[in-house]
């Protein structure tokens, strides 16, 4: 299957820009690992669902930074929470959750070109507008960052995350309509960590021994400065993938990490706007996935590349005791990452890797009170004279399709009739994947005729656990288990592929609340 994973190699439909930086001929490894710093409360506020209880309060501003991507380059302007990018970690404990008040101080123009927005005549408005979404989280519908509920510089929203969940590493970004690829590109992102006592009594490296990675790929100028490419192409006014060969590890391109000789946890992100990695340690060593998008796997499973769609989340256990004295590479296929520095004096090792992380837990299909089948289409819109790419055939402005009931279960059957993977992305759940199946026809009129011509295969064992965005790759129809817990109201599901997102593979869904029993 991994010979799918790769969506795209080169610029798509966009030339690199004349002044383009060659990372190669930058001094690798010279800058150390910066890990975003967690942010403290700055206060307490009244929990909305809990009266006289009281949750940690956050005041995040969005800014324009200016920061060091490389030793050798200047300074990179960016967009991003606080005084840096990635912004602050927000940590939180599972169900005690917090409030976040997100103030838009953003410039009041767009430093990136904007060369088109889904909604033409909201061109009227200033173009830099916000809304910050957490991602993976459990969130009521009126905190969630709903695309159009942006505001301009000088407004802030106040949302509230009650993180009833299991600890997983999430992360908040721009989600705003139209144009969060180019914000999210500008740095607008920030990894956000929900704790449980499940998670700390397994005793998995911890403090200083827990990395967590925000890992994009950004084209750069040979000044250090974001380019984000115009597209040339008349029946495609936006680029459909865009691409850097500037690999950005929690914001430094090519940085080193000294460790010692023993288990680490590395927990991954993949905060590019469309490159799948496909990650391994140079040297080959296993790599121990113990969790994915939503927390820990039932066990500890080995492989020696883990791939990663756009969004998603992985969570490794690398032991690094054999490497004592020794510079290892994280890479991706032909791109280096990042070089772990391994110290030569050996390090007693107090985290022995368990065998069981969490009970398993399969969902059976036989539980799902509907099952719909939605397609992944590009087609050319006739109106705009534009190449679009949809989910389920229909622009984002159609009446709401997809509602399931609060407290049920559903089957989604993602009919993929492009040409690329998607990763696609369901807010508020978290689910399971059933399988993918190869398919070779497919009738748009009834939905009805698909012809499988393949055997169902399972979710690889890394993407086994719960997910809150999973790969769904061409000519295959991917099956996921959903329950929709939590909150009624109206969410969104997307391609995380932003440029995808943004042009308009995007759809409403509404969770109806449950009938009131007699
Ligand atoms: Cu990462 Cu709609 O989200
Ligand atoms: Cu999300
Ligand atoms: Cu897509």
């Keep these: ?75 990179t302007r960016m967009w991003s929470f606080e005084d840096s990018f990635p912004g602050p970690t927000l940590e939180v404990q599972s169900g005690q959750g917090a409030i976040v008040e997100w103030a838009n101080a953003l410039p009041i123009r767009h430093f990136l070109p904007i ?22 989280g459990r969130t009521p519908p009126d905190s969630d ?7 301009v510089p000088g407004k802030s929203q106040n949302c509230f995350y009650p993180a009833k969940q ?16 180019l914000n999210i590109y500008a740095g607008m992102q920030g990894l956000f960590i929900v704790r449980d006592p499940l998670e700390a009594s397994l005793n998995l490296p911890s403090g200083k021994y827990e990395i967590p990675m925000l890992i994009c790929d950004r084209m750069l100028r040979k000044d250090g400065q974001l380019s984000y490419p115009v597209s040339e192409h008349p029946d495609r006014p936006w680029v459909p993938e865009v691409f850097g060969n500037a690999m950005l590890v929690n914001g430094k391109l090519l940085p080193y990490h000294e460790v010692e000789p023993r288990k680490y946890r590395l927990r991954i992100m993949n905060g590019s706007n469309a490159r799948f990695y496909r990650f391994s340690l140079e040297n080959k060593k296993p790599l121990s996935v113990i969790g994915d998008d939503q927390g820990l796997l039932s066990a500890p499973v080995t492989v ?27 890479i991706s296929d032909s791109f280096d990452i990042l070089e772990f520095r391994v110290s030569a004096k050996a390090a007693g090792d ?5 065998s069981t992380l969490r009970p398993p837990l399969r969902l059976d299909p036989a539980t799902a009170v509907t ?25 984002w402005h159609m009446p709401i399709t997809e509602k399931p009931t609060l407290g049920t279960t559903e089957i989604w059957e993602l009919v993929n009739l492009t040409d690329d993977s ?22 748009y009129q009834t939905k009805g005729t698909l012809r499988y011509t393949g055997a169902a295969i399972p979710p690889e064992s890394h993407e086994a656990g719960w997910k809150d965005t999973v790969r769904a790759d061409p000519a295959m129809v991917t099956r996921i288990i959903i329950p929709f817990e939590g909150y009624a109201g109206r969410y969104v599901w997307h391609c995380h592929i932003l440029e995808h997102e943004d042009n308009e593979m995007m759809r409403p869904f509404e969770v109806l609340a449950a009938p009131e029993k007699a």
């Design 145 to 151: 960052g709903y695309p159009e509920n942006w505001v």
């Design 422 to 443: 998607h990763p696609i992305h369901l807010h508020l759940v978290r689910f399971q994947i059933l399988d993918r199946r190869r398919f070779d026809q497919f009738e």
């Design 350 to 354: 107090a985290s022995p890797l368990p």
């Design 166 to 181: 299991d600890a997983a590493l999430l992360f908040y970004h721009d989600h705003t309509m139209g144009i969060n690829r």
């Design 304 to 330: 020696q590349k883990i791939p990663l769609a756009p969004a998603e989340r992985t969570d490794l256990v690398v032991d690094f005791s054999d490497m004592a004295g020794t510079h290892v590479k994280l």
């Design 371 to 395: 099952t719909r089948r939605l397609t992944l289409d590009e087609r050319m819109d006739d109106i705009q004279r534009s190449m679009g790419m949809l989910l389920n055939n229909t622009p």
């Design 1 to 75: 299957t991994s010979s799918l994973i790769v969506a795209g190699t080169g610029l798509g439909w966009a030339e690199a820009p004349s002044d383009a930086l060659d990372p190669s001929t930058l001094t690798p490894f010279v800058d150390p690992l910066p890990i975003p710093r967690v942010l403290t409360p700055s206060g307490k506020r009244a929990n909305p669902e809990h009266h006289g209880e009281q949750l940690p309060f956050y005041r995040v501003s969005m800014r324009e930074i200016s920061q060091k991507v490389h030793r050798d380059l200047p300074a």
């Design 115 to 136: 060369d088109h927005t889904l909604h033409g005549a909201e061109k009227s408005v200033p173009e830099v507008r916000s809304v910050i979404h957490l991602h993976g």
